[in-house]
Nanobody, 120 residues
Framework: QVQLVESGGGLVQAGGSLRLSCAAS????????MGWYRQAPGKQRDLVAQ???????NYADSVKGRFTISRDNAKNTVYLQMNSLKPEDTAVYYC??????????????WGQGTQVTVSS
């Protein structure tokens, strides 16, 4: 059974930093394109960063230059370093696989996510 467990969220002031982690079991993250998604209240869940199995990385324009996605194959974990946080980054953050169209591909169920709240 595949399980993704996100952690590292919290409450931070604008301009602060957080590092999110996504630990996986039942799936080898390095063999898939993995992404971080976020969902703010009343909004759809959007992809903000992805890393392919070969290490190619892409970011949404809204986080480019501030967020960094990385992967530790030995720990089977994906990370999201978030710097210069803004109130509009407030959301529940999830990790999951990403399809070739840069959308959720429904292969793995969602985890519980981790809440990030940025105060102004």
């Amino acid at each position: 059974q595949v399980q993704l467990v996100e952690s590292g969220g919290g409450l931070v002031q604008a301009g602060g930093s957080l590092r999110l982690s996504c630990a996986a079991s039942g799936i080898i993250l390095g063999a898939h394109t993995m992404g971080w998604y976020r969902q703010a209240p009343g909004k759809q869940r959007d992809l903000v960063a992805q890393i392919t199995g070969s290490g190619t990385i892409n970011y949404a324009d809204s986080v480019k230059g501030r967020f960094t996605i990385s992967r530790d194959n030995a720990k089977n974990t994906v990370y999201l370093q978030m710097n210069s946080l803004k109130p509009e980054d407030t959301a529940v953050y999830y990790c999951n696989t990403v399809g070739p169209d840069r959308r959720y591909d429904y292969r793995v169920s969602w985890g519980q996510g981790t809440q990030v709240t940025v105060s102004s």
